[in-house]
Every structure is written in structure tokens, then in C-alpha cells.
């Protein structure tokens, strides 16, 4: 079937007034034609409906493009989601590892706090038992000094 010469018209007068469609208030404007004294009122009614079936027709190729960007975003926005949590997943993971190794750090320190003071409190003792050999040692030393003099004179 072959398209009348007003529709390709139609459309071409669509196409270069693409401000026909007043979004803010979703009326919809047709192309006006001159009015052709030849045609007759069941003429103009279906010229009228060949022009309101090409709007509605325009109004859905719209509305597919608008949909198919709208589900474009919307894989794009989950796949973002899906990659967030990932690294949020890899973040806790190493937050969990770092605490791990924290914790055994300050494990080690308090084994090591803990050794270090009982070798203090060795040192400490091994310190007195010394002092005390010394002191041993001197007094013995000067007991026997006295005698062994006397031993000598003799």
C-alpha cells in the first residue's frame, strides 16, 4: 500500500516541528494544513486519523527509547551495586585480616611484656643472691684476716 501524498507530508511536517509535543503540558499540536476545498468532510476525518494514529505512533517509538534508556541506567546503576559490594566485601575482608594480625601483634607484645618482666624479676634475684655471695665473701674474708695475722705473728 502506498502512502498518501498528505501523510508523507504529515510526517515531514512532524519531523521538521519535532516542538509539537509541549511536555509541560502533554497536549499534542498537529501540523496545520491548508484547508482543501475538494476534499469533503469524511476525507478530512480520516486525514485527521492517519495524523493522530502517526503522533501515537511517534509517542510510543518514544516511549520505547525512553524505556529502553531507563532499563540501560538501570543495569548500569546494578551492575555499580554489585561492584560496590564487591569492594565492600574485599574492604571487610582486610579490615577482618588487619584486626586478626592486631590482635596477635599485641598477643606477641603482652607474651613478650610478660617474659621481659619475669627475666627483670630474675635479674633482680639473681642481683641479691650476688650481693649477698659478696657480702658473704667480704665478711668471711675479714673474719679470716684478723685470724690469719694473728697465725702469721705467731
Known amino acids: 500500500m502506498a502512502i498518501p ?3 508523507t507530508e504529515c510526517i515531514q511536517a512532524r519531523v521538521d ?15 496545520q494544513r491548508k484547508a482543501d476545498g475538494s476534499r469533503n468532510d469524511g476525507q478530512s476525518a480520516l486525514d485527521l486519523v492517519y495524523r493522530a494514529a ?9 516511549a520505547r527509547q ?3 534508556r531507563a532499563e540501560a541506567l538501570g543495569r548500569d ?9 564487591r569492594r565492600a566485601e574485599a574492604a571487610e575482608s582486610a579490615l577482618y585480616l588487619a584486626e586478626s594480625r592486631i590482635s596477635s601483634a599485641e598477643a606477641k607484645l603482652h607474651e613478650a611484656q610478660l617474659r621481659a618482666k ?3 624479676a630474675r635479674a633482680r634475684e639473681l642481683d641479691q643472691a650476688l650481693m649477698l655471695v659478696e657480702d658473704a665473701i667480704r665478711t668471711r674474708l675479714l673474719r679470716m684476716q684478723p685470724d690469719a695475722r694473728a697465725h702469721q705473728a705467731a
Open 54 to 62: 502517526e503522533v501515537v505512533g511517534e509517542l510510543e517509538v518514544h
Open 77 to 85: 546503576a546494578l551492575e555499580k551495586l554489585r561492584l560496590a559490594k
Open 17 to 31: 516541528n519535532q516542538h509539537s509535543i509541549d511536555p509541560t503540558q502533554n497536549v499534542l499540536e498537529f501540523p
Open 118 to 120: 619475669k627475666a627483670e
Open 66 to 68: 525512553i524505556e529502553t
Open 5 to 7: 501524498h498528505w501523510l
